[in-house]
């Protein structure tokens, strides 16, 4: 959360550098915030009292091997999540490979319908299933054809939300949120060790394919830069309600996240629907990516020769085409002084840079920076979500531990965003630091501080 | 009804933390910034703390001076935290400077600085109340409330929202008399901030004695009142030399 890394703020407005300093940073963590504290709220909501036994866990991918029960010894559990994880991100790795491929060879009419008829039975079947059981906890009733046409209603607006430009962008936001929530909500009935492994697992997945040289988000990211499309995925876009209307396709292809693709295919394949488009969905969103583009652009207009100077830096690290390409139009349209003739070349060299460097440390984050603001992928919102839902299940304490762990891994990100400036994956920091603190604060600090609260003693 | 109980009872913690939320902090987002590194902080240092006493828990709950010691070790401790907080900060602000420069702003105002310093405290008292209080208020929620042994007059939770009440403004106002008193070298402000923490600590000793929460609760609402006002005096004269040096 250092100040220096936030974007800086929007040339004009501003008295003093704290009025818009980390306007973008928060943009994104608002949403992130919310997102985690709907789920916590269904969780608790929705836990079954502990009287009554709990239903078994549902049998989706991520337990197609073992399925976790209470009497294991926690070497079986121990292997049997192992494998459970290990299964699902070969899924998920799976998934993405045909995603890249159908990318590949351009079937973006067919993915972008995918993955609207997948939002769609997310919100239809997962939502309807959850808004049933928040009903039916709160003794609300509703008769059956008012819920079917209410719920049919939301989900074709969430339907039309996700790719149509023309819905006002809060509209969008909210879906965007509605969908993790759901998905992540969705995913916490998964047994606890699984979850635990699983985001582990996860984590280090999205590191991967967004840092190796051949990692599928990272080829499907390159293959949309160099087309300068759009990439059809859910992602969420943080940028102003009310922005310049700056709609160049540049943007497009940073928001893109793979992970809406392969949560549609994976729902699509799956025989059993119901389940499996829950897990897939989750596999999908773990490699959302965020982009911040627009303080790339607001650096570069505000000062030329920082840009530059910053263009060169990024090439060292950058190997998306995307932000070069982005850059570039965007220092033709909003930086006129910048000539085009020293913009190229920079370029050049990031390109050059790109071919020789391998990867840069640990930036692999899939954030990027558009002129729009920042843009993270889904499955880090389902992802965060889940860490944080699972904390719910356990104690207050640990989900608001967790909950500052996940939000500095994102400060973290988000910083190394603006030092390397091109997609980083979003959950290892945060999920690496939400795990260590859920485990802390469990083992740790939980004795100690209920210890000294219940004798009301404090300091 | 309990329902209203368990809002309540976060209210009577949490509320004016909150109004401050929403009328000072929420308006800047660095300041949200702030704040949110200030309670990872404060969290941190706890859990650092709880690694070092795990190993002598669960305390006899007849004896006191474990307690003491606790208290002892644990107000040093975040003390400590506090300087390196400082530390931090004033790097932070060399940055800030340093931006602010390269952008062509005015540099950080003496308000903007006072602000920084309430956001951060406000972080530490928050995560004061949120550990404290909050996470334990989940039963409050339920259908039955639940009393101490030896503070037989009030429910636990009302004491522990009080209490949490009075370390937030507590916190708050000293992260701000602190950072007054680091920035101008004043020994009085720099000694005052770890002596009143430290009694406000020992108050909370009281309540171990049976029926001590009657005397001890009130006792640190006087302490947090008197620490609000005496850093509304600090900042008030510092606002006021500010004025007269610049005019």
């Known amino acids: 959360m250092d100040p220096v890394a936030d974007g800086p703020d929007p040339p004009g407005s501003a008295a003093t550098v704290l009025d818009t300093l980390g306007e973008e940073v928060l943009a994104v963590m608002f949403p992130v915030s919310i997102c985690m504290a709907l789920v916590v709220l269904l969780i608790t909501l929705l836990a079954p009292p502990s009287s009554s036994p709990s239903a078994p866990p549902p049998v989706t991918a991520a337990t197609l091997v073992y399925l976790e029960s209470p009497s294991d010894s926690p070497a079986q559990k121990l292997v049997g999540a192992l494998l459970d994880a290990a299964v699902f991100v070969a899924l998920v790795a799976v998934v993405t490979f045909i995603l890249v491929a159908l990318y590949y060879y351009r079937c973006t009419g067919f993915l972008k319908n995918y993955m609207r008829f997948s939002a769609f039975f997310v919100l239809l079947s997962m939502g309807g299933a959850i808004a049933v059981a928040l009903l039916r906890r709160l003794d609300a009733p509703l008769d059956a054809p008012t819920a079917l046409l209410l719920l049919f209603n939301a989900s074709a607006v969430g339907v039309l939300s996700v790719f149509a430009s023309a819905v006002p962008i809060?509209?969008?936001?909210?879906?965007?949120?509605?969908?993790?929530?759901?998905?992540?909500?969705?995913?916490?009935?998964?047994?606890?060790?699984?979850?635990?492994?699983?985001?582990?697992?996860?984590?280090?997945?999205?590191?991967?394919?967004?840092?190796?040289?051949?990692?599928?988000?990272?080829?499907?990211?390159?293959?949309?830069?160099?087309?300068?499309?759009?990439?059809?995925?859910?992602?969420?876009?943080?940028?102003?309600?009310?922005?310049?209307?700056?709609?160049?396709?540049?943007?497009?292809?940073?928001?893109?996240?793979?992970?809406?693709?392969?949560?549609d295919s994976a729902a699509r394949s799956g025989p059993n629907l119901y389940d499996r488009v829950g897990q897939q969905d989750d596999s999908g969103p773990a490699m959302v990516e965020m982009r911040d583009l627009g303080s790339t652009s607001r650096d570069m207009a505000t000062s030329n020769q920082a840009v530059t100077g910053q263009t060169s830096n990024q090439g060292g690290n950058a190997q998306h085409a995307v932000i070069q390409i982005e850059q570039r139009e965007e220092e033709e349209e909003t930086a006129p002084l910048v000539s085009a003739a020293s913009a190229n070349p920079t370029i050049a060299n990031e390109e050059h840079t790109q071919i020789s460097s391998s990867e840069p440390p640990e930036e692999e984050f899939e954030m990027f920076e558009s002129s729009r603001g920042i843009k993270l992928g889904l499955g880090d919102f389902v992802f965060y979500s889940v860490l944080v839902g699972r904390a719910a299940m356990y104690d207050l304490m640990t989900v608001y531990a967790c909950y500052l762990a996940i939000i500095a891994g994102l400060g973290c990100t988000l910083i190394l965003l603006s030092i390397c400036r091109h997609a980083l994956p979003a959950l290892p920091i945060s999920i690496m630091l939400g795990v260590v603190f859920y485990f802390l604060t469990r083992l740790l600090m939980e004795p100690f501080v209920v210890g000294a609260s219940t004798n009301l003693v404090m300091f | 009804m309990t329902v209203a109980a368990g809002v309540g009872y976060a209210l009577i913690a949490l509320g004016p933390a909150f109004s401050l939320f929403a009328g000072v902090i929420a308006r800047k987002p660095f300041l949200v910034l702030t704040l949110l590194s200030s309670t990872l902080f404060w969290l941190i240092s706890l859990i650092v703390l709880s690694g070092i006493w795990r190993g002598f828990l669960p305390l006899k709950s007849g004896v006191w001076w474990p307690y003491v010691i606790l208290i002892l070790t644990s107000v040093a401790f975040q003390e400590g935290t506090r300087l390196v907080f400082w530390r931090l900060y004033k790097k932070m602000e060399e940055m800030l400077d340093a931006f602010a420069d390269r952008i062509s702003k005015p540099r950080l105002c003496l308000t903007d600085k006072m602000l920084i310093s309430l956001a951060g405290g406000l972080g530490h008292g928050l995560a004061h109340a949120v550990f404290f209080c909050l996470s334990l208020l989940t039963p409050a929620f339920g259908q039955a409330t639940f009393y101490v042994e030896r503070c037989s007059r009030m429910p636990f939770f009302l004491v522990?929202?009080?209490?949490?009440?009075?370390?937030?403004?507590?916190?708050?106002?000293?992260?701000?008399?602190?950072?007054?008193?680091?920035?101008?070298?004043?020994?009085?402000?720099?000694?005052?901030?770890?002596?009143?923490?430290?009694?406000?600590?020992?108050?909370?000793?009281?309540?171990?004695?049976?029926?001590?929460?009657l005397v001890g609760t009130p006792l640190l609402c006087i302490t947090a009142a008197m620490t609000l006002y005496y850093s509304w005096q600090v900042v008030g004269q510092r606002i006021t030399e500010h004025q007269h040096r610049q005019s």
């Open chain 1, 170 to 263: 809060l509209v969008r936001q909210g879906y965007m949120v509605a969908l993790a929530v759901i998905v992540a909500a969705w995913l916490s009935r998964l047994p606890e060790w699984t979850t635990w492994i699983m985001l582990l697992a996860l984590a280090v997945y999205d590191l991967v394919a967004v840092l190796a040289p051949r990692g599928p988000l990272r080829m499907l990211v390159e293959l949309a830069s160099s087309r300068d499309d759009e990439l059809p995925a859910l992602i969420y876009e943080s940028r102003p309600t009310v922005g310049p209307a700056e709609t160049s396709s540049s943007y497009a292809p940073a928001m893109w996240s793979e992970e809406s693709q392969h949560r």
């Open chain 2, 160 to 213: 522990s929202a009080i209490i949490a009440l009075g370390f937030l403004v507590i916190h708050t106002s000293l992260m701000v008399i602190a950072f007054n008193g680091y920035g101008e070298r004043k020994k009085r402000d720099q000694i005052f901030v770890p002596v009143v923490h430290l009694i406000a600590a020992v108050m909370t000793l009281i309540n171990l004695v049976p029926g001590g929460c």
